[in-house]
């Protein structure tokens, strides 16, 4: 199965880390991990990826563990602006993505 | 923001009658995708195309269709509506960044199908 496995749901505090985690214990070598997030009625924007190595950006910093069987996606600050859907998502070399259902993250002022 | 339009954003048609839904892009970018979005089901492809004609089948392709005559314009056709096709839609493009395709997407339109 190509899809990825997230927790339903999360909780965080304004102004707190949050650590969202991932699985993909079926991962391929060349597959890359994509995260991407939907706030409501909008589309997902794309928030971060990497194959091996962690990777920062100015959004958020992704986590990928050393045999890539899980990644875990970190927002050092969360606002109530980062409340939405995050998506993780196995992407294969011709780009197939599959979308999950994503764990939806609750920002409590 | 990627320049990504979709038209109309919202449409109520009849089971039965044709409906076209256009993506329009202004980033040159190579590879364009439409998706379906559902209740419980997160996203999921129904056609891509990786150049102008060029065009595949994705995860729930069944009674739709699509185009690509111009490297701007991606459009999906329901050829007879019908109520499960009640969606909302969503295009996205991509331009390969380190090796892979990141997809970005447009605002959606949605569809209800009565």
């Known amino acids: 199965d190509a899809k990825t496995t997230q927790p339903n749901s999360m909780e965080s505090n304004e102004e707190e880390p949050v650590h969202l985690p991932c699985n993909h214990s079926t991962i391929s070598g060349t597959d890359y991990i994509h995260w991407y997030r939907q706030l409501p009625s909008q589309g997902p924007e794309y928030v971060i990826h990497?194959?091996?190595s962690n990777v920062n950006n100015r959004m958020a910093s992704l986590a990928i563990a050393e045999d890539r069987k899980s990644s875990t996606l970190i927002l050092h600050r969360a606002t109530l602006r980062d409340a939405a859907v995050y998506y993780c998502?196995?992407?294969?070399?011709?780009?197939?993505?599959?979308f999950g259902a994503g764990t939806r993250l609750t920002v409590k002022p | 923001d990627a320049g990504i339009t979709q038209s109309p954003r919202h449409k109520v048609t009849e089971t039965g009658t044709p409906v076209t839904l256009r993506c329009h892009q202004t980033e040159n970018h190579r590879y364009m995708y439409w998706y379906r979005q559902d209740p419980g089901h997160g996203l999921r492809l129904i056609h891509y195309s990786y150049g102008v004609k060029d065009t595949d089948k994705g995860e729930v392709s069944d009674g739709y269709s699509v185009s690509r005559s111009k490297t701007e314009d991606f459009l999906l056709t329901l050829e007879s509506a019908t109520s499960s096709q009640t969606s909302v839609y969503f295009c996205?493009?991509?331009?390969?960044?380190?090796?892979?395709?990141?997809?970005?997407f447009g605002p959606g339109t949605r569809l209800t199908v009565l």
């Open positions: 996205a493009i991509a331009d390969r960044v380190s090796g892979t395709d990141t997809q970005y």
């Open positions: 990497g194959l091996t």
């Open positions: 998502i196995r992407t294969a070399r011709n780009n197939d993505m599959r």
